[in-house]
């Protein structure tokens, strides 16, 4: 029997990978479940310390760096790079995480023969609170656009597709529940502490619940001593204000920040937990937003849970969710569960058992990841490389486990070569074409930096008033790189050419700020 042919797919993540936010978790998921079956590209953002490109989870890691500008800024730089990857490579079927990554894929989908997989997962309704309302205005305009083009959507719960329906979205849509890698959270043994200890594990931000739970402590405080640790990063508008308000409430001596924390390190701090709360109360304003993605990881750790009662959350836990359920933005209500979970060891107990149970049977990371499957089946026809394991067998990886204990992270500690791109991929990240030695790269000059065709001349042809200067939207995806410092090889580039596509003309122009 002839097997079917390797389907390759590109994932467009406007997220870093790896990383311990949300976003940077939920990817593993979408991954571990692709790159055994498919051929799979992946592009994300570059931070500082990352490479290029790099061999991950089985996957070609494609990093883009966006700067420390705004987020339109950061935007735009990413949908310039998704733009020449797509002029550059072919691909059966491309999987788009949010309107931010998503745009350039819907405005080139007449000239793209594959099919258009649109995941919410980083959505209006998760950027709320962090982007100004213009930005979340457009957002929510590209949104539309995205939904309208593609051939299957993928929403976290029944209530975000029931939404999507009634606004007259007719695209097949999936629901896929979150899941939880839950071998990385059941080790760690309980941590009696000398005072009962409160948790709060997520990103410390407006609109997080932060303040009702700060309120909720105090008050707890005139009843029981205990202790309230906060682990996450602290967005820098929110700082000023959660130190005052520790300050104002006279809670400090009992409060401690820990900060962005690896999320391997996350078991640990929940061992030493009595009550994990979850107090983001995202409402039925955000139908997108799914799910508290904290939640599952404090019940696989096998800890009592206080969630805000939200119609999603009795969703997706059931009619008797193993969780202390509490009124929203009701400091007293909550102040309350803290305490009864505090004073009770058996309910408490009782609680934590239910929570674990629960995850371990439905929302186990293998169990989304075969929702997955089992929703590209709805863009695949039958027959297809979808459940085999061809491509895994063809495309070994070279590189060894990183030493990082719960890390499959892939390090190339030999040169490898990347066929894909005709390039020669080197342990650092530096990339070169096949078959011609190593040179010195020729630095580039860019010409048009504020127009979707790019236009570049090597040094030695510029004008001397022009000023040098090395570009960073072209240390992107595909871009071969000569070194860390992101000078080009021209002829060797495959994305050097102008492209011979017609301009964005779809939604997706985000306002100057």
């Not at 590109?10 to 990817?27: H, K, N, T, Y």
């Not at 929302?363 to 026809?381: D, G, M, N, Q």
């Not at 390090?411 to 011609?436: E, K, Q, W």
């Amino acid at each position: 029997m002839t097997s079917s042919p390797i389907q390759r797919v590109l994932v467009v993540s406007f997220s870093v990978v790896p990383d311990a936010s949300r976003q940077g978790i939920e990817i593993e998921t979408v991954l571990k479940a692709l790159a055994p079956r498919f051929s799979v590209d992946v592009l994300s953002i570059r931070t500082a310390a990352m490479g290029f490109v790099e061999r991950y989870r089985r996957t070609r890691m494609l990093r883009v760096p966006v700067g420390d500008g705004s987020r339109v800024e950061q935007v735009e730089a990413f949908r310039r790079a998704v733009r020449r990857q797509l002029e550059g490579a072919e691909y059966d079927l491309i999987h788009f995480r949010s309107a931010y990554g998503g745009v350039p894929v819907c405005n080139l989908k007449e000239y793209l023969d594959c099919k258009l997989v649109y995941e919410v997962a980083l959505s209006s309704s998760t950027e709320r609170g962090r982007v100004s309302q213009a930005v979340l205005d457009d957002l929510e305009t590209d949104e539309e656009y995205c939904l309208s083009q593609a051939d299957l959507i993928i929403v976290r719960c029944q209530s975000a597709a029931d939404d999507l329906m009634a606004k007259g979205i007719s695209a097949p849509m999936a629901v896929v529940p979150p899941g939880v890698d839950i071998d990385t959270f059941d080790w760690e043994p309980s941590v009696r502490q000398s005072s009962r200890r409160i948790v709060h594990v997520g990103r410390l931000g407006p609109g997080r619940g932060i303040r009702n739970l700060l309120e909720a402590f105090r008050e707890l405080l005139e009843y029981s001593e205990a202790n309230l640790t906060l682990v996450g990063p602290v967005e820098e508008i929110f700082s000023s204000y959660l130190d005052d308000a520790i300050a104002r409430l006279g809670i400090k001596p009992h409060v401690t920040l820990l900060g962005e924390v690896d999320h391997e390190e996350i078991p640990r701090i929940l061992a030493m937990a009595d009550v994990c709360v979850s107090p983001w109360s995202p409402g039925a304003d955000h139908p997108l937003y799914g799910y508290p993605n904290k939640l599952f990881e404090y019940m696989a750790c096998r800890r009592a849970v206080i969630a805000m009662d939200e119609p999603v959350i009795r969703e997706l836990l059931g009619p008797r969710p193993p969780v202390k359920l509490v009124a929203p933005e009701d400091a007293s209500d909550l102040a309350s569960a803290m305490l009864q979970l505090l004073a009770d060891d058996k309910a408490n107990r009782r609680l934590a058992e239910d929570g674990y149970n629960l995850v371990r049977s439905q929302f186990s990371a293998s169990a989304a990841r075969r929702a997955l499957l089992t929703a590209y089946e709805k863009v695949f026809p039958s027959g297809t490389n979808l459940w085999g394991y061809e491509g895994a067998l063809k495309r070994p990886v070279t590189g060894t486990y990183s030493s990082q204990t719960g890390s499959d992270r892939f390090h190339d500690t030999m040169p490898h070569t990347d066929g894909a791109f005709n390039i020669s991929v080197t342990p650092s990240g530096g990339i070169r074409a096949l078959g011609s030695p190593p040179k010195a790269p020729e630095t580039w000059i860019l010409l048009s930096p504020d127009t979707n065709t790019d236009t570049r001349i090597p040094r030695s042809t510029k004008d001397s008033a022009i000023e040098s200067e090395t570009d960073p939207e072209f240390v992107a995806a595909g871009t071969l790189l000569g070194n860390e410092g992101g000078t080009a090889q021209p002829d060797t580039d495959p994305l050097q050419k102008t492209t011979s596509l017609e301009p964005d003309s779809g939604p997706g122009t985000l306002p100057e700020t």
